[in-house]
T-cell receptor
Framework: GAVVSQHPSWVICKSGTSVKIECRSL??????MFWYRQFPKQSLMLMAT?????????EQGVEKDKFLINHASLTLSTLTVTSAHPEDSSFYIC??????????????FGEGSRLTVL | GNSVTQMEGPVTLSEEAFLTINCTYT??????LFWYVQYPGEGLQLLLK?????DKGSNKGFEATYRKETTSFHLEKGSVQVSDSAVYFC???????????FGKGTRLSVIA
């Protein structure tokens, strides 16, 4: 199947710094990417839907100024956690799909990026 | 709202044991149901899916039946292997243009 790659796989940063996580579709064009966050022993929670060339759509309760999402090309979306705090420590996963809604194809996931904020 | 509840883990089984991971859902309309698996160090992969009531999804010896009357989609495998050790996520999608809603995940460890 198609491959979605995230980088970095894990990152440790100091409180107050910003961290960028990349999500790339390696062998297909991802018109839409989704960013999920997973707390320990919790569900994967959708943070935002990212469409290429337009602003991301954030879920209720997600701070768009804190979690900046950019989807500048059909193969790359980035999530930047700005002014990170320890409560932002989490596992972030992206997923991607080809084409336009309504989708009938499979959703492909990255490996996830574990962020630890000290 | 839409939600998925799956049994909490971790689940530890001996090789060749029977596996059941329970999953129930709440949804508006008629969702499609999925099981995803995440092997260590890898991303989530679709394991199987069912799009309407009474459908049975199956793959790699795993199967799950879409039970509308009990709003369930339990994952089963008759004989697990060490290589099945992973985290399993139950998920639903209400329509083609909505994102997936996931359960919390169940970690399965199979010991030889």
């Amino acid at each position: 199947g198609a491959v979605v790659s995230q980088h970095p796989s894990w990152v440790i940063c100091k409180s107050g710094t910003s961290v960028k996580i990349e999500c790339r579709s390696l062998d297909f064009q991802a018109t839409t990417m989704f960013w999920y966050r997973q707390f320990p022993k919790q569900s994967l929670m959708l943070m935002a839907t990212s469409n290429e060339g337009s602003k991301a759509t954030y879920e209720q309760g997600v701070e768009k100024d804190k979690f900046l999402i950019n989807h500048a090309s059909l193969t790359l979306s980035t999530l930047t956690v700005t002014s990170a705090h320890p409560e932002d420590s989490s596992f972030y996963i992206c997923s991607a799909r080809e084409g336009q809604a309504p989708w009938t194809g499979e959703l492909f996931f990255g490996e996830g990026s574990r962020l630890t904020v000290l | 709202g839409n939600s998925v509840t799956q049994m909490e883990g971790p689940v530890t089984l001996s090789e060749e044991a029977f596996l059941t991971i329970n999953c129930t859902y709440t949804a508006t309309g008629y969702p499609s149901l999925f099981w995803y698996v995440q092997y260590p160090g890898e991303g989530l992969q679709l394991l199987l899916k069912a799009t309407k009531a009474d459908d049975k999804g199956s793959n790699k010896g795993f199967e799950a039946t879409y039970r509308k009357e009990t709003t369930s989609f339990h994952l089963e495998k008759g004989s697990v292997q060490v290589s099945d050790s992973a985290v399993y996520f139950c998920a639903l999608r209400v329509s083609g243009n909505t994102p997936l809603v996931f359960g919390k995940g169940t970690r399965l460890s199979v010991i030889a």
